[in-house]
């Protein structure tokens, strides 16, 4: 079992920048690939970024340019850094483990979640 705990979130002007963070627990960090999905209100939870246990990458289209997503394994802990952030990033973010890096990109694969936090960014 691996427990997931998000902070950061918060309130934003558009264009300003915010920075997600993700501890994790009860199980060993470094054989989980890691990743951060959202959900808007009314709509699915979608896929905005992963990183592997060895380092490797992947953005959704929308935060591509913008987000970096980074991992400490010491620390048990990944980051998401959000810039030129858009009203339409308004959403729940929350923080997701799997053993297997493409399930990040579907939210009905992934084995664990965290609780999410709000991002709210005004125009």
């Known amino acids: 079992q691996v427990t997931l705990v998000e902070s950061g979130g918060g309130l934003v002007q558009a264009g300003g920048s915010l920075t997600l963070s993700c501890a994790a627990s009860?199980?060993?960090?470094?054989?989980?690939?890691m990743g951060w999905l959202r959900q808007v209100s009314g709509k699915e939870r979608e896929f905005v970024a992963a990183i592997s246990k060895e380092g490797r990458t992947n953005y959704a289209e929308s935060a591509k340019g913008r987000f970096t997503l980074s991992r400490d394994n010491a620390k048990n802990m990944v980051a998401l850094q959000m810039n030129s952030l858009k009203p339409e990033d308004t959403a729940i973010y929350y923080c997701?483990?799997?053993?297997?890096?493409?399930?990040?990109?579907?939210?009905?694969?992934?084995?664990?979640w965290g609780q999410g936090t709000q991002v709210t960014v005004s125009s």
């Open positions: 997701a483990a799997d053993p297997y890096y493409y399930h990040l990109t579907a939210p009905r694969l992934v084995d664990y």
């Open positions: 009860g199980g060993t960090f470094s054989n989980y690939h």
